[in-house]
């Protein structure tokens, strides 16, 4: 029987976190680092992933890159196994919401959003599943969404690849959770990020988004701390396959 003083510890442990630089993203990975993991930060803003290893502590490696360049995943693979070997823990945070509505959608905007929000957690973690099956351990934390669920003005290619979030978390369990890989999605409320800036800068808006939930606030930061160790430590060896919605009881209403 583990201990359970170490359940939720993360020490020692090597991750991986894409979009890094900000928001969500940058909220995982420092505390990961902060947690004793040793975290290597992925995000295209070289100057952004700068700055938050300057202000992570731990043990910390910055990768500059692109993950919308699928063809090029498999270098980053590579790249983001170097400084500390394997990855044991892989966060998807990297995101984009075009905000385009269904009428103004571009081709362009569709499969960037889908590159980006669906494919890269997809083909990265392929790419990386080799080296967690050697070890036979490996946590996989992918980002849903509100939107997994629900449709939202001007969501639709980011709802639609937020659902296929959903979808793809509960086939990577079935595919990989028979070698004590598990794969978990946290699907966050509404945060203060960039990535929701303008729902933020609508203070009536914002408002109305914390009167939804259960709790009566809007998300702050640190909410996100306990259900991310949770979901990458040993507490939650026999959780697999289930979004998780950090949201204040958002969705229960």
């Known amino acids: 029987m583990a201990d359970p003083r170490n359940l939720f510890s993360v020490r020692g442990k090597v991750a991986c976190v894409t979009g890094a630089s900000s928001g969500l993203g940058r909220q995982a990975a420092s ?52 400084p500390f070997g394997v990855p044991d823990i892989l966060i998807h945070a ?13 081709p362009e905007g569709w499969d960037m959003t889908m590159g980006l929000n669906l494919s890269a ?11 967690m099956k050697a070890k036979g351990w490996g946590r996989i934390v992918n980002f849903a969404s509100l939107q997994s669920t629900r449709a939202f003005p001007g969501g639709i290619a ?10 793809l978390t509960r086939a990577m369990a079935e ?25 933020f800068n609508d203070p009536e808006r914002a408002a109305g988004n914390a009167a939804q939930t259960c709790i009566g606030r809007n998300g702050e930061p640190e909410d996100l701390d306990g259900p991310l160790l949770f979901l990458c430590s040993d507490a939650s060896a026999y959780v697999t396959g289930q979004v998780l919605m ?6 229960a209403k």
């Open 175 to 199: 595919a990989w959770s028979p070698h004590g890989i598990t794969a978990n999605a946290i699907g966050p409320g509404f945060f203060r990020t960039e990535l929701t800036a303008a729902v």
């Open 246 to 251: 950090v949201d204040g009881g958002f969705t």
């Open 31 to 82: 505390v990961l680092a902060q947690a004793g993991a040793k975290v290597v930060g992925v995000a295209r803003r070289e100057d952004a992933l700068a700055r938050w290893q300057a202000e992570a502590g731990g043990e910390t490696h910055a990768v500059p890159f692109d993950i919308s360049e699928r063809d090029a995943l498999a270098d980053l693979a590579g790249q983001v196994s170097e």
């Open 158 to 167: 980011y709802g639609a690849s937020k659902a296929g979030i959903a979808q």
């Open 94 to 106: 990297a995101g984009i919401n075009t905000r385009q509505t269904a009428d103004d959608v571009t």
């Open 121 to 131: 957690p997809f083909f990265l973690s392929q790419h990386l599943i080799e080296g």
